[in-house]
């Protein structure tokens, strides 16, 4: 089993920066892809950004490319989302999501576990 918890949400003019963080705790072998995802109000789960293990080669929605870093700190078993330059329709809950698979995934049904979520609201 894992547990994920999200941190880091809240509310930011646009054009601001917020860091989302996720800590993952039991079975690390479980957290070798990470990810972020979001989904805004009446909104389907859309992919954000992966990053395996390793951390190399991370892989981003073309939406968030070049505003957004994907990190992990794997001694701390955290994985972070640095979200630069902020627009409104960045605002959703984005949730942190693991699995063992060794390919970063886009579709959240290739995800075993979630989190519950943090809101990030952007106002223009």
């Known amino acids: 089993q894992v547990q994920l918890i999200e941190s880091g949400g809240g509310l930011v003019q646009a054009g601001g920066s917020l860091r989302l963080s996720c800590a993952a705790s039991?079975?690390?072998?479980?957290?070798?892809?990470m990810s972020w995802f979001r989904q805004a109000p009446g909104g389907e789960r859309e992919f954000v950004a992966a990053?395996?293990?390793?951390?190399?080669?991370?892989v981003y929605a073309n939406s968030v490319k070049g505003r957004f870093t994907i990190s992990r700190d794997n001694a701390k078993n955290t994985m972070y989302l640095q979200m630069n330059s902020l627009k409104p329709e960045d605002t959703a809950v984005y949730y942190c999501?693991?699995?063992?698979?060794?390919?970063?995934?886009?579709?959240?049904?290739?995800?075993?576990?979630w989190g519950q979520g943090t809101q990030v609201t952007v106002s223009s």
């Open positions: 999501a693991s699995d063992r698979r060794t390919v970063p995934s886009t579709t959240p049904s290739d995800y075993h576990y």
């Open positions: 039991g079975r690390t072998s479980s957290t070798y892809t």
């Open positions: 990053i395996t293990w390793s951390g190399g080669s991370p």
